[in-house]
């Protein structure tokens, strides 16, 4: 158990709709992390926060939106889903920047 | 573009046999190299390397980075079933604070 808990661990909904992922830091953590992990794309790294601000972009589409809160839990928004945004989501956590992430047990999601 | 890759992509090994698995890199300004263990879910972490040359290791894994030639390697030796797992690099950049993963090496240990 790494510390990092992430809810819900699975989701099933219908393309066009929004969901909301959240993930909880390991203690004392001040960056999350949000990756995608899909069988054909291996993972990819979204973006991420450091106590509350957004401090890196990766491969984050538009229609997806994330947001670090006061007590440094973070959720992940992604809206209009399509059948390719199936995929298991990764949430990490690190002390600072560049530190050793440790990873939440992921949200699969799964966009019929 | 930042990149990293690894090979093998998929490896199958009876217990007991040593492996090693590699990790290349094309990062700008590199700060450090990670391995992670993903069973059956979340990566879990083994080793991050900063300094070329240093080995690191734990138990039967060991891991060692060269910053000249940009690449790691991980060994595992006398290979057990449960070492069955994707292996997975990344580097970082120090200046994004990004981390890129390879798309991993699949291990498969044989009893």
């Known amino acids: 158990d790494s510390g990092v808990t992430q809810t819900p661990k699975h989701l099933i909904t219908a393309t066009g709709q929004r969901v909301t992922l959240r993930c909880s830091p390991r203690s004392g953590d001040l960056s999350v992390y949000w990756y995608q992990q899909s069988l054909d794309q291996g993972l990819q790294f979204l973006i991420q926060y450091y106590n509350g601000e957004e401090r890196a972009k990766g491969n984050i589409l538009e229609r997806f939106s994330a947001q670090q809160f006061p007590d440094l839990h973070s959720e992940l928004n992604l809206s209009s889903l399509e059948l390719g945004d199936s995929a298991l989501y990764f949430c990490?956590?690190?002390?600072?920047?560049?530190?050793?992430?440790?990873f939440g047990p992921g949200t699969r999601l799964l966009v019929l | 573009e930042d990149k990293v890759v690894q090979s093998p992509l998929s490896l199958v090994v009876h217990e007991g046999d040593t492996v090693t698995l590699n990790c290349s890199y094309e990062v700008t300004n590199f700060r450090s190299l990670l391995w992670y263990k993903q069973e059956k879910k979340a990566p879990t972490f083994l080793f991050m390397l900063t300094s070329s040359g240093i080995e690191k290791k734990s138990g039967r894994l060991s891991s060692i980075l060269d910053k000249k030639e940009l690449f790691s390697i991980l060994n595992i030796t006398a290979t057990q079933t449960g070492d069955s797992a994707i292996y997975l690099c990344?580097?970082?950049?120090?200046?994004?604070?990004?981390?890129?993963f390879g798309t991993g090496t699949r291990l498969k240990v044989l009893a």
């Open positions: 990490a956590s690190s002390v600072g920047q560049g530190e050793t992430q440790y």
């Open positions: 990344a580097a970082s950049n120090s200046g994004t604070y990004k981390y890129i």
